[in-house]
């Protein structure tokens, strides 16, 4: 898979969770619990994923070639509000998006990994998007064992 098609994908991936959000904040009542994350509200994994964001935009146009120092870092809290905090996760993202683009996936920047290039965070923000895809999509709970069907069906005894 090639750079423009990641970062399609991003693009893409972003929005979908943008629209999921969006419409999870649309039922009204508390923020809804992430299943995939035990203890997460959606409002915990979007904060989550618009700070990654900022965080990587940073690491990206400083070229940093070590860890930032968290202490240094000054990035905007996420905001509170819903609405507020769904634009904030979408700014982010776009934000990251138009600098993944601009540098391509060669940029030498620091990781955690060995490969030490934009096209490593462009990677990895992909797979974190696609682990919390089924925030998108949640599928409703399993009843327990007991009360499921059983998918085997007898077969019939041969007569004696």
């Known amino acids: 898979m090639d750079h423009l098609h990641r970062m399609s994908l991003f ?92 540098l391509g996936p060669d940029t030498r920047v620091w990781t955690w990994s060995d490969e030490q290039t934009s096209g490593f965070w462009l990677r990895m923000q992909l797979i974190e998007l696609a682990v919390h895809a089924g925030t998108r999509n949640p599928r409703p709970e399993r009843p327990p064992r007991s009360t499921r069907p059983s998918r085997r069906t007898p077969s019939p005894r041969p007569s004696r």
């Open 11 to 102: 693009r893409s991936e972003a929005a979908a969770f943008e629209k999921a959000v969006r419409h999870a904040f649309d039922l009204g009542g508390p923020a809804p619990q992430v299943p995939s994350c035990p203890g997460w509200s959606v409002c915990d994994l979007v904060g989550h994923l618009g700070g990654v964001h900022r965080y990587l935009v940073h690491v990206l146009r400083e070229r940093l070639a070590t860890p930032p120092d968290p202490a240094g870092l000054g990035l905007p809290q996420a905001p509170a509000d819903p609405e507020a905090l769904t634009e904030w996760f979408a700014e982010g993202a776009r934000e990251l998006g138009e600098l993944l683009g601009e």
